[in-house]
Nanobody, 124 residues
Framework: QVQLVESGGGMVQPGGSLRLSCAAS????????MGWFRQAPGKEREFVAS????????YYADSVEGRFTIARDNAKNMMYLQMNSLNPEDTAVYYC?????????????????WGQGTQVTVSS
């Protein structure tokens, strides 16, 4: 079955960096559009970044553009999110998601599979 497992979350001070990883299994990873979403307490899940099946195109939310970088390694069935210049507003549970279709969407409903999430806390 489809499985997505996030790792790499933790607590970091403002201005710091973290690298999240997503290990995928149970499906043909290199045929899926992949994305990262996040959800802060009391807020809706929001789009962070996404990447096409071959990694050729990447999309970012305005709030993370220039600070976060999404990447994937199809040979390893892995996706990553490098997060730099973190601030307290980035505190959330971060989710890895897979989308069966080849088009970009920021709508969480457009993704077919989800990981369990990893907590990122930015605090001094």
């Amino acid at each position: 079955q489809v499985q997505l497992v996030e790792s790499g979350g933790g607590m970091v001070q403002p201005g710091g960096s973290l690298r999240l990883s997503c290990a995928a299994s149970g499906f043909t990873f290199n045929r899926y559009f992949m994305g990262w979403f996040r959800q802060a307490p009391g807020k809706e899940r929001e789009f962070v970044a996404s990447i096409t099946d071959n990694g050729g195109s990447r999309y970012y939310a305005d709030s993370v553009e220039g600070r976060f970088t999404i990447a994937r390694d199809n040979a390893k069935n892995m996706m990553y999110l490098q997060m730099n210049s973190l601030n307290p507003e980035d505190t959330a549970v971060y989710y890895c998601a897979a989308r069966r279709y080849y088009s970009h969407t920021t709508d969480a409903a457009g993704y077919n599979a989800w990981g369990q999430g990893t907590q990122v806390t930015v605090s001094s």
